[in-house]
């Protein structure tokens, strides 16, 4: 327990070096002082650049494209398997009305009650059918193109939102690398204050200071960790694959 003397500032320890002390040590305390942020610093960028792996996402949520991300939506995305189907079923019809010519025709095969030998065969169209025919061809084949013409919208919305889906998610990784990195400026921040405190040369009020930074940054950084992931089921979503919800695990 401090002294309120020390706490306060009201004994010559909290002013920093007594008179009686050496001009040369006072210099080397303050120079030591001044490096010593800078050398946490390096120490953190190097911890980063040797150690990637300590604050980085895993490797296949890192390797998801946009790209590969649309190509996934293509295959996966529920609206785009909903229009397919719609095609495929326009062109199974359109298949089965190719057929209405034959049977708008009627083949009658002929031969003599005479005994004689005479036979002929007979074509008979039925013109009710045979428009029919014509009019139906129409309505499949309309039929057809907007259901060919729904799906590249269904694509191309799909792809806008898989797009923009895929940039906020980045955008929100982005900022959460950013708040855990002012943690650790705070935190190297709470450090030194904490030590040219308990040497007199820091306030209490600068020590609550930087704690209150780090207790801010660790909210800030919460929120931004619930956004990222809010963004990360979106894109899954969209993509319509649930399988890559456990591959950010």
Known sequence: MRSAGALWGTSGSCFGPSPSSSPTVGRAEKRRHSLMPRFFFLLTAAFLIFCPAAFSLPKEMNDLSVDQAIAIAMQKNPQVLAAQQQVLAAEAQMAQQGNWLARSLTANLGYNPNGMAQGGIGVAVNVGDLLNGFQQEKIVASN????????????????????AASADYQNQKRIAEIRREAIRAAQSDTAVIERLFARGNATIGDLAKVRLTVSQSR???????????????ILVQQMGDSDWLEKRK
């Open 144 to 163: 057809l193109q907007i259901a060919r013409h729904n799906l590249r919208q269904v694509k191309l919305s799909v792809a806008a939102a898989v797009t």
């Open 219 to 233: 909210i800030d950084l919460s929120e931004s960790e619930g956004n990222l992931q809010k963004a990360w089921m």
